[in-house]
């Protein structure tokens, strides 16, 4: 890879990822900005009422990652960004576990801040991932939430 | 064909997967349904919103009149809950 040709990674994993091992990856030669999101397991369902005691991903494999491929091509068309990350964990989950990061490298921040916005919005209603939240045995499947699609309207 | 499903309707289905032969008169998606349906009363459970399902033909978003052949790969599945 050139010196100026974009850093692109995307991993579907069951392991954890270091944050700032991935930050350090980031950091190209033209970076003047990084902007990152962390997605964390919530340890207690507030719609329900109830805790969560862990929490499984699903995926599918091969169309998770060509959707995710679109998502940052089409970022990479609409903003100058020097690097892309997004690694997203399935798999079995406790609360407080980490589940996604996207990270997102730009010479000047705002194009940071809308590249990693726009991917993690677009990740959360077109990448094929499905959740399901266990408690004490009792198995429930998270539902689509209508907000996530609200969101996608800033993008339009 | 191959036919895939994820989360709450795979447990519907009681499998992840399954290869059917495709009839000859069967052209889309939406027929492909139908003829799930008269085969067996679990499918139309699943079906029977269609609304809240999503499909994909060999791994990318399609509709109900998505045009298929024997030779793909079909996937139903709810919407996506990850990030």
Request: proline share 3%.
């Amino acid at each position: 890879m050139s010196k100026n040709s974009p850093l692109i990674k995307i991993k579907i994993q069951n392991e954890d990822f270091d944050v700032s091992d991935e930050i350090k990856i980031l950091h190209q030669n033209n970076t003047g900005a990084i902007v990152n999101f962390i997605g964390v397991v919530r340890g207690y369902d507030e719609k329900n009422n109830q805790i969560i005691n862990s929490m499984t991903l699903e995926h599918y494999p091969g169309m998770t990652e060509s959707e995710i491929e679109k998502i940052v091509f089409e970022s990479f068309q609409r903003w100058e960004l020097t690097g892309v990350t997004v690694i997203h964990r399935i798999g079995n989950l406790k609360p407080s576990d980490q589940i996604v990061f996207v990270g997102v490298s730009s010479k000047h921040r705002q194009n940071a801040f809308d590249g990693c916005n726009f991917i993690m919005d677009w990740l959360k209603t077109k990448a094929p991932f499905w959740k399901v939240e266990e408690n004490n045995n009792k198995k429930n499947w998270v539902n689509f939430n209508e907000n996530d699609n609200k969101a996608l309207k800033k993008w339009q | 064909m191959i036919i895939k499903y994820f989360s709450w309707i795979k447990e519907h289905v009681g499998k992840s997967e399954e290869q059917i032969e495709l009839p000859d008169h069967i052209n889309n998606v939406n027929e492909l349904i139908n003829y799930l349906n008269e085969i067996d009363k679990k499918y139309s459970l699943i079906f029977e919103k269609k609304q809240l399902i999503k499909i994909a033909v060999n791994k990318t978003y399609s509709s109900f009149d998505t045009n298929i052949s024997n030779n793909d790969e079909i996937a139903f599945f709810p919407p996506v809950t990850g990030g």
